[in-house]
């Protein structure tokens, strides 16, 4: 088995089996790749069947120079998946992986933006300009729905039930959810729509998706960062600001102005409690007010 091969059938094995979105799918590649460019500079043959554990580590150890520790838990983590799918497959009976040591690292929470924030990137917008109207319409999804950028980029018209007061979501590994909207998002939507969106010519297989760029395509992930940066700077606010951020401060706000946990992880997409707990990094303060207001013994 060559390590072309073993790729190919491993990412076929993360989209059937598994689920996972392209954007994971293309993440746990490129970890194996790494490992095949090493060998491959180092001159050293050997197969995915019969690299060994000290080879391995090598590697590891090599990578560790040039990027953090989160970097490097992230390649391990990666090379565990795929050693685990060829011992699943039949072809190893040993993960070379296993006894690496995963660098500890803390829990990295992006930064959140307060109300007032939120609102001085959005006036930033010039909606005299031809984009204005759908860049503040961006905006105000991404942070009144708590979406995901791809889920943003990828939302269709067919998805939107604004009798219900509902949008239909798709998530990682293709998962599908309603998330609520207020109907002042909707309205925003239906401005874009009706005043902005009507006069595009949509390119062929963009007939149904919302945002369009100037070309009648499916705008970029790297184009809504940018939106965002350039924003964010003309506000004058310093904090790392990604599409990201504005799913996160969702999720804070719901949960400072009293929303239930389990609902924010039905929102947000969660499939695991754990993962929403991430992102309420609460201040003690606001925990006291929670005890005061929900526990008998006041």
């Keep these: 088995m060559t390590w072309k091969d073993a790729i190919r059938d491993y990412t076929l094995y993360l989209k059937i089996e598994r689920g996972l979105s392209k954007n994971s799918i293309e993440n746990y590649a490129r970890d194996v790749s790494k490992l095949v460019n090493y060998l491959q500079s180092s001159k050293i043959a050997e197969s995915p069947i019969t690299i060994s554990e000290s080879t391995v580590q090598q590697f590891i150890y090599e990578l560790a120079k040039n990027v953090n520790a989160r970097s490097q838990s992230r390649a391990i983590s990666g090379l565990r998946s795929f050693f685990d799918y060829l011992i699943f497959e039949d072809y190893r009976k040993d993960n070379p992986t296993v006894l690496l040591e995963t660098p500890k690292i803390g829990r990295k929470l992006p930064d959140t933006l307060s109300q007032v924030e939120i609102d001085q990137i959005i006036t930033q917008v010039d909606l005299s300009h031809p984009q204005g109207q759908r860049n503040k319409t961006i905006l105000e999804t991404l942070y009144s729905c708590g979406l995901r950028v791809t889920e943003l980029v990828t939302l269709q018209l067919s998805d939107l039930f604004f009798e219900e ?17 207020n109907l002042e998002t909707q309205k925003l939507i239906l401005i874009y729509l009706n005043q902005v969106r009507n006069h595009m010519q949509p390119q062929k297989g963009f007939e149904d998706t919302i945002f369009l760029n100037r070309r009648g395509k499916q705008l970029t992930r790297t184009m809504v960062f940018l939106i965002i940066k350039e924003l964010t700077e003309k506000a004058g606010i310093k904090k790392k600001v990604s599409p990201h951020t504005f799913r996160h401060s969702f999720a804070t706000h719901l949960l400072e102005n009293g929303a239930d946990l389990r609902s924010i992880q039905q929102m947000l997409g969660h499939e695991s409690i754990t993962t929403t707990e991430i992102y309420m990094h609460l201040d003690k303060t606001f925990l006291k007010e929670v005890v005061e207001k929900f526990h008998p013994r006041k």
Excluded: E, H, L, S
Excluded at 166 to 179: A, H, L, P, S
């Design 165 to 181: 007061g509902f949008i239909r979501v798709i998530g990682k590994g293709d998962k599908q959810r309603f998330v609520p909207i």
